[in-house]
């Protein structure tokens, strides 16, 4: 569903991004990974179009939208979950809610099964998003995302700063999600064991670059561990 060819970015006169290549396919999780700083966030900024890239191509539903404006990705059914969560702290949690839909025609309702992937979300809609922990407003960042049904979730760094009871629950709705075989997933994450639990592909970047891939099942046995230690 969303292919990336031989991307290359820059900021300024620095080389961010160095001829990146990834597939994230339906019903599937990718998983990207690498040390602070190689250029996680910056590749995920492109697919969405909030950075711009120098060359290459990005793929979505076989059309290329490498040059579309963010709201345009949006629209054709891609989700983002930004890093640091980033919801509208004075709103309310079903206003955070509603802004996913914002592009949707008036009157679209906030599905019902967003209270079932999160069920902590229906007892405080009526509160600040500003006032939740910060595991809350990690899955109001990811259900804000979800609220518009789209065919691809981008989530970066989704278990940074939370308790680990909710980072099971996050990687609980992620693979539920992707066993329903109708969406793809893109998982940026440094916490490998999440990651190496989830992923059904890997990729590994330093230095802006793709320096391993394969199969989930294979990041033990290829080291993957050792790569993105600190």
């Known amino acids: 569903?969303?292919?990336?060819?031989?991307?290359?970015?820059?900021?300024?006169?620095?080389?961010?991004?160095?001829?990146?290549?990834l597939k994230a396919e339906k019903g599937k999780i990718t998983v990207l990974l690498g040390?602070?700083?190689?250029?996680?966030?910056?590749?995920?900024?492109?697919?969405?179009?909030?950075?711009?890239i120098r060359s290459g191509r990005i793929e979505w539903q076989g059309a290329?939208?490498?040059?579309?404006?963010?709201?345009?990705r949006a629209r054709s059914g891609m989700g983002y979950v930004p890093q640091g969560r980033e919801i509208f702290s004075r709103l309310s949690v079903e206003d955070n809610?509603?802004?996913?839909?914002?592009?949707?025609?008036?009157?679209?309702?906030?599905?019902?099964?967003?209270?079932?992937?999160?069920?902590?979300?229906?007892?405080?809609?009526?509160?600040?998003?500003?006032?939740?922990?910060?595991?809350?407003?990690?899955?109001?960042?990811?259900a804000r995302a979800l609220a518009p049904k789209p065919q691809i979730l981008?989530?970066?760094?989704?278990?940074?700063?939370?308790?680990?009871?909710?980072?099971?629950?996050?990687?609980?709705v992620i693979r539920m999600l992707a066993n329903r075989g109708d969406m793809?997933?893109?998982?940026?994450?440094?916490?490998?064991?999440?990651?190496e639990e989830l992923a059904d592909h890997y990729v590994v970047m330093e230095r802006g670059e793709v320096i391993a891939s394969g199969p989930g099942h294979e990041m033990q046995s290829q080291g993957v561990r050792q790569l993105v230690a600190i």
């Open 184 to 195: 793809a997933i893109l998982l940026c994450e440094q916490y490998y064991d999440f990651a």
């Open 35 to 52: 040390r602070n700083g190689v250029g996680k966030t910056t590749l995920l900024k492109s697919l969405m179009g909030l950075v711009p």
């Open 1 to 21: 569903m969303l292919k990336i060819q031989n991307l290359h970015q820059f900021y300024g006169g620095s080389h961010i991004l160095r001829d990146v290549n």
């Open 64 to 72: 290329d939208i490498s040059r579309r404006a963010p709201y345009d």
């Open 154 to 172: 981008i989530l970066d760094e989704p278990t940074e700063g939370i308790q680990p009871s909710i980072i099971k629950d996050i990687g609980r």
């Open 97 to 142: 809610l509603r802004m996913g839909l914002a592009y949707k025609p008036g009157g679209a309702r906030i599905p019902g099964e967003l209270f079932e992937l999160f069920p902590v979300l229906k007892t405080m809609l009526h509160r600040r998003g500003g006032d939740l922990s910060g595991g809350q407003q990690q899955q109001l960042a990811i």
